[in-house]
């Protein structure tokens, strides 16, 4: 290319790229600024279900959906159904790729709506988390004025940054010397706690403080047990056994049961803060055997509950006869709140049943024989029975 | 890593300049993508033209990206673009893709979910424990709560499975932490563990499940391999404690297996004919015909929780006291061993006639593999936490811990 061309082939390339700007513009700005048929586009995205089922017209809904105006993102969001799980990663990142489109031009969010769909609590709770986060990104004094009075909140994410605004207020409070202010704002993070480990932190903050923390009863853990044990499961072979236990319960009675031995229920009472009942050490250690766990729990009313239960061993969880769960693994990982039933109390007794099975590994990690069970909502507040009776802990 | 976990210490750049750095500017091949866990032919070889190999505070760090949150998972590339997964939430629930720009390291696009499967883990795993995988078009990214999601590269959704919605006992509560592989348009993902135990392969366009196999119900963590059959068509190795299968990726239909004791945190590899498996040490395979032949056993080869790595030439493995070994491919031999030091949940990387070893404390050490002896020549300190294998793309190095994103180039010093 010679001298004289070089300017020329520079003009046109501006030319070219101008040009080209101008119709990316348009295309960003016609994207961006698209009003979609959100209801529709999103009944066909919350048809997705198992197996890949409805995905390839939910891709197409999404498709549309993603370029759906930013005034449109709180119309989508209250498309989430609380219990469509799938569903709700869908809409979720159609809402993601919308505000980040919108940010990423210039442009801003609905922010006054989205405050008014937090705020409602009819909403779906993920779909008011999402609202929140987006508050929370284009305005960060919004977020934590708004996050600050939701410490009762129905969304467990919600309530966990509240509570979490609420400790650092009270330890704020502390550093500057306000003791009984302090206590007060710990007491009432402890109260609206629900996630284990905040519950954890702040029970450490109040007995520090001299304050005396109920751990059992915020957990609503079970604390007197009737139990039975050993039955047989040598070769894992008595975890879908029907013992005596899962057809009768009669505390007086006895039973023959690993090794012919004879076996009769026992009283209990942990004291752990955690509810944990350690097997081996109450009944003895056994491999290759099954324990049965009894409790009553006494409601007012009829509500829905769950029942959740932290045990390294295999388990299963019957509420006044019906089976919740079943999970026949060993030594795979546990935790407080592992494996989690849902049922419905009746008003008057119910009835608690634990299947706690130990294998018959020989590794020093696969020795735990324990369980520990807790009452308590969908969002972890504790159910505890009427006629609870106070209990001690080391 | 593979089960990718750890646990980190602190501060790097001040342990970068303790400890002082080292090494030199090795030559590799082309350069090229980092696709899925042990880069792009999942041999855990380096196809760079170099790579850099002397890093400090003040010497090629091009830039050094905040994470928000966890993962003993392994970057990828694709392109100009480097994927991390992570998790983060009281109940690691929260499960993230997020992309970052491989030039300047600025963050390109995050992606956010809820995981629908459990996420209990151990202490030092966490629930972005896989790699995710790419065919260059789109991010796979598993989790160990099971959750499968497909983004394009630009971070728009494609489809989303989870996998413990449609099968509520699959998981365990150590964590998964199989990666996924893609292979002629399949999403392979391996889900063993004491209950529902399956692999499956998904329809990476649509997410559609192509086939699904029933697998032993017991503990395992090793990824599935891609590799080619001896008629040249892609097959794919799935490891499990008691056997090795090899399945077409389309149908899922079983082609052979080999019965044996294998590991069941390092992961099995295919490279050339060969077959390296981490069994009784490791058991080198020899694909001929319709079934696999046994070239040799060692178990002076044993592993850790790192896999093995070969070039078709040689196959290194460290082992959990922290010694690299390398052997010659053919035969099993011992060609020399180097004490490296500590644990190891990241597997090595080669490069050339260098292997990049990065311990769990983040201490790194680059080994010059010669015919009789591996040398340390060159150390360095990320100071923090490192489970991930390292990737490698157009001579630069990326690594990750809980909290950080490196890109570490010998042309691109701050």
């Known amino acids: 290319m010679n001298w004289i061309l070089k300017p020329l082939a520079s003009r046109i390339a501006v030319a070219v790229a101008f040009i080209a700007g101008l119709h990316a513009m348009k295309a960003a700005t016609t994207q961006a600024a698209d009003t979609v048929d959100a209801t529709s586009l999103l009944t066909r995205i919350n048809a997705v279900g198992p197996e890949g089922k409805g995905h390839r017209d939910a891709t197409k809904a999404w498709q549309t959906l993603a370029t759906a105006d930013a005034k449109q993102i709180p119309e989508i969001l209250a498309g989430m159904e609380p219990k469509n799980v799938l569903a709700n990663n869908w809409i979720r990142s159609a809402v993601e790729t919308i505000a980040a489109r919108q940010l990423a031009t210039g442009g801003k969010l609905p922010q006054s709506d989205l405050e008014k769909f937090l705020q409602d609590t009819r909403n779906a709770p993920r779909a008011r988390r999402v609202a929140y986060e987006l508050i929370s990104q284009i305005d960060p004094p919004a977020g934590a004025r708004l996050i600050a009075g939701m410490l009762n909140d129905p969304s467990i994410e919600l309530r966990r940054d509240a509570i979490a605004s609420h400790i650092a207020k009270a330890e704020k409070l502390e550093e500057q010397g306000g003791g009984p202010n302090a206590l007060a704002a710990y007491r009432t993070a402890f109260n609206a706690a629900r996630d284990v480990d905040q519950i954890k932190e702040i029970a450490e903050k109040l007995k520090k403080l001299g304050e005396q923390v109920n751990l059992p009863s915020h957990f609503g853990f079970v604390m007197n047990w009737q139990l039975i044990a050993p039955f047989e499961n040598v070769n894992r072979s008595g975890f879908d056994v029907a013992y005596p236990p899962e057809s009768e319960i009669k505390l007086d009675a006895t039973y023959t049961g690993k090794d012919n031995a004879k076996v009769a229920w026992i009283k209990h009472t942990t004291t752990d803060d955690f509810g944990a009942v350690d097997i081996n050490k109450t009944i003895a250690k056994h491999k290759g055997a099954i324990a049965y766990a009894y409790a009553e729990l006494v409601a007012d009313k009829p509500m829905p509950v769950e029942l959740r239960l932290g045990s390294t061993c295999a388990n299963k969880i019957w509420l006044n006869g019906e089976l919740l769960t079943a999970n026949h693994v060993y030594h795979a990982g546990g935790g407080i709140d592992q494996y989690v039933g849902s049922g419905q109390l009746k008003a008057g007794t119910n009835r608690i049943l634990l299947k706690i099975a130990q294998n018959e590994q020989t590794e020093e990690w696969a020795q735990d024989w324990q369980f520990q069970l807790r009452v308590c909502d969908a969002i972890g507040t504790a159910v505890l029975s009427r006629d609870r009776v106070a209990t001690t802990t080391k | ?414």
């Open chain 2, 1 to 414: 890593m593979h089960i990718h976990s750890i646990r980190y210490s602190t501060h790097f750049i001040r342990s970068c300049v303790a400890l002082s750095s080292l090494f030199a500017t090795i030559a590799t091949a082309n350069a090229a993508d980092w696709p899925q866990f042990r880069g792009p032919a999942g041999t855990g070889v380096a196809t760079d033209k170099k790579l850099p190999l002397r890093w400090s505070e003040k010497e090629n760090i091009a830039w050094k990206s905040e994470l928000p949150g966890r993962g003993p998972s392994s970057p990828i590339v694709v392109g100009n673009r480097v994927v991390v997964t992570c998790s983060d939430g009281a109940r690691q629930d929260r499960i993230l893709v997020v992309c970052f720009d491989a030039e300047s390291g600025k963050e390109l696009w995050r992606r956010q979910f809820w995981a629908t499967g459990r996420t209990l883990s151990h202490p030092d795993s966490a629930n972005a424990a896989p790699t995710p995988a790419s065919d260059g078009k789109r991010i796979y990214a598993f989790y160990s709560s099971n959750d499968l999601v497909c983004l394009d590269l630009d971070g728009n959704l494609q489809w989303y499975r989870g996998l413990a919605h449609d099968f509520p006992k699959a998981g365990n509560d150590v964590g998964m932490a199989s990666s996924p592989v893609v292979v002629q348009g399949s999403v392979v993902v391996q889900v063993e563990n004491f209950a529902d135990s399956f692999a499956m392969g998904i329809d990476a366009e649509t997410g559609e499940t192509r086939w699904k196999l029933a697998r032993p119900a017991t503990f395992n963590w090793s990824s599935p391999a891609a590799m080619n059959g001896p008629d040249g068509k892609p097959i794919v190795l799935l490891q499990s404690p008691s056997k090795l299968t090899a399945h077409d990726p389309v149908s899922g239909d079983q082609l052979w297996q080999y019965e044996t004791t294998c590991e069941t945190i390092p992961s099995v590899l295919g490279v050339g004919k060969y077959v390296v498996l981490p069994a009784k040490g490791i058991t080198m395979l020899e694909l001929e015909g319709s079934a696999p032949k046994i070239l040799w056993e060692s178990n002076r080869m044993r592993t850790g929780s790192a896999s093995p790595i070969c070039d078709g030439e040689s196959v290194y493995v460290i082992n959990s006291a922290g010694v690299l070994t390398c052997a010659d491919a053919k035969t099993g031999d011992q060609k020399w061993q180097t004490r490296i030091g500590g644990t190891f949940w990241a597997t090595p990387i080669l490069a050339g006639e260098h292997i990049l070893c990065i311990n769990q404390d983040g201490k790194a050490k680059l080994v010059k593999s010669g015919a009789t002896k591996g040398e340390i020549v060159g150390e360095a300190d990320f100071g923090e936490r490192i489970q991930g294998t390292p990737a490698t793309s157009n001579g630069a190095l990326f690594v990750r811990s809980d909290k950080h994103l490196w890109k570490i180039s010998a042309d691109k010093t701050p």
